[in-house]
């Protein structure tokens, strides 16, 4: 059933006279982290089944600056997002998809200011919209009676509010979505943001993904569903502290489709 | 000698309005200290705000029980304030009761401002205590010790005063109406201070005139205290809740400023044809290079600092922070408070040094707020959603980081490690930007 993935890039296509609909933005984690990279391929084999015209913009593609800006190097952000932004319009493009919140967050709040203006969807919200034009069918047999719990990103819930559109798309797994308890606008870090994934913790007595897996913990998961790279490997770090990676699954929600159509 | 408490009255009610009128001033003054940011824009998405958060306390009852026990003590504060209205002119003409002649409305109004007295009182009470008996975490932490918790109990026993007064004075009153005393016409409902009658059984009328004018005077001279107390506490929200609503964020809660002043060193630096011995700074030759980021208050904007002077220390953002929950030194009320201490050093050293800042070699950075704070944050914006009066104290702390990094290049080494690969290979780890695309041929 594998079968090979199709990622056209920007400059084939380009070559070739075409222009696709969507761009889709890998973004490093999804590009270079194992764990992430199986987010990357789900995510594109959902693509490849419903034909989204769509490419990426492979070794042009370059960090957004988000790590950059959040630990307060203006300079190197916007070096970043300038470069990025005239490599978009150099294509013409017109709508991102990402499967980073950060990302998400930074194309489309911060690269207006710069020239960079775009519609930026997080691919919860683009397979929502898949769904509704019928591009792809989810029957929910496999997750049927299994409990997730979804874990908000900061920075697709509080700070984009989307809280929605990936519970919308667990709810049609026929899966039993079961809430922490502190969800959607009062949602736990998992303790990644602010370039936090990138320095050891301040002092202090537990470490932030500990709490926010402890919280998952409590309401008896058989996944925790988590829709940002960097939460997927904070929260696969904790329920590994708790030994539980043999019960408790972190997966992505596009990996949670992938897996529901069996692709 | 038949005008004196007139002209008593009229003195204190000129001395107090003018201390107030000039803590306002030097509020103002403070707060212009900051940068100026344009905040002229959505009027209209601005006013609804106002009203939806501060006059309707949207925010407050995401808290059930606290915003109940809130919306009585604010609307009946308001509310009983136009009681004083009323006083104010009595005072002044020497009247009694002058409203009175509204007949039915004014029972009404004065049997309502009696209800929502005792409601006040009972609010006031199980504020207190949450505070010192139940000892609920949020009130409790660090920063919480000497004035701030001080503070905090004294404005509650100040409520809990005024509006024991209120009651007295009109308990009393209406005792001489039942004596017909000349002077005390009959008016008003009284359903809570009819109560008091036991209290007042016997006591001569002489008395009952002593404990009523002292009652009103106390009542009145408090709340001229309790207005020029408010410069000195977190009870200063009850006004400048209203304009900080007003000024806070409108945008994304992800999106941070865009820093002008760097984007157009940045385009010319990108730019091929630019003259390279043009004056890249985007200043004016013999005009100051401006600083990046904050390192203390006057590097901060307006908003940031009316931010710091409306804080509630109600440490509602402290008890979301995940930084704080998980044992950090890192408490976002902590920023708040320790911007507003500073914010008073620097203007105390205004008033001392006539107008001029006279260097006393401290900043809010280290002497304040130690980096070990800022360097906790994981930018996760709980503390700005829960804050009920739109106080962002993310943004203080990024500007921190922002001097930091920019002007000290003081990041910690990972992260400077993370920059590093960033310039250099595109990606926050060391891989090179040419095997991007590598995962599509894995299996
Ligand atoms: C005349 C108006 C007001 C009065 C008399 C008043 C009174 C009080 C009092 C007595 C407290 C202390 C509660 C405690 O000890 O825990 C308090 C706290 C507070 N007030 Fe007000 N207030 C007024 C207006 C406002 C407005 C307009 C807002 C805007 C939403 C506001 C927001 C708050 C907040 C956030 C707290 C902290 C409460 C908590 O969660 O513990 N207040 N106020
Ligand atoms: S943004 Fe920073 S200070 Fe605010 S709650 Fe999150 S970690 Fe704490
Ligand atoms: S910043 Fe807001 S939430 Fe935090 S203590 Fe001050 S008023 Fe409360």
Redesign the pocket.
Known sequence: MESELKVPTMAELSAAGQQPEILFWVGCAGSFDDRAKRITKAFVKILNRAQVSFAVLGTEESCTGDPAKRTGNEFLFQMQAVSNIEVLNAYEVKKVVTTCPHCFNTLKNEYPDLGGKYEVMHHTQFLEELIKEGKITLEGGKFKGKRITYHDPCYLGRANNVYKAPRDLIEKLDAELVEMKNCKKKGLCCGAGGAQMFKEPEKGDKDVNIERTEQALETKPDIIAAACPFCNTMMTDGVKNKEKEATIAVLDIAELIANAKDL | MQYLPNILFVAALVAGIGFFVRNVKKLARNIKLGKKVDVTDNTSIRWKNMFK???G?T??VV?PI??L??VI??L???IINIEVLEIIIDGILGTHRIFSPLGAVYDFLIASFEILALLVIIA?IV??I??NIIRLG??IKPEMTGWPKTD?NW??YI?LILMVLFLTMNGADYQLQQMNVAHYTKAGAFPISQFFTPFFEGMSMPSLILIERSAWWLHILGILFFLNYLYYS??L??LL??PN?YFGKLDPKGKLNNLESVTQEVRLMMDPEADPYANTSGVEDGQEVPKFGASDVMDLTRVQLLNAYTC?????CTNECPANQTGKKLSPRKIMMDTRDRLEEVGKNLDANKGTFKNDEKQLLDDYITREELWACTSCNACVEA???SIDPLSIIMDMRQYLVMEQSEAPSELNNMMGNIENNGAPWPFSQLDRLNWAKEN
């Open positions: 958060i501060a006059l306390q925010k407050m808290r606290p915003g026990l809130h003590v604010y009946g504060f308001i006031v504020f207190w949450r505070r949020r009130f905090a404005i509650l409520e977190k009870h929200h009850i809740a209203f609503t509630t220390e109600c440490g509602r804050c009920p009066v």
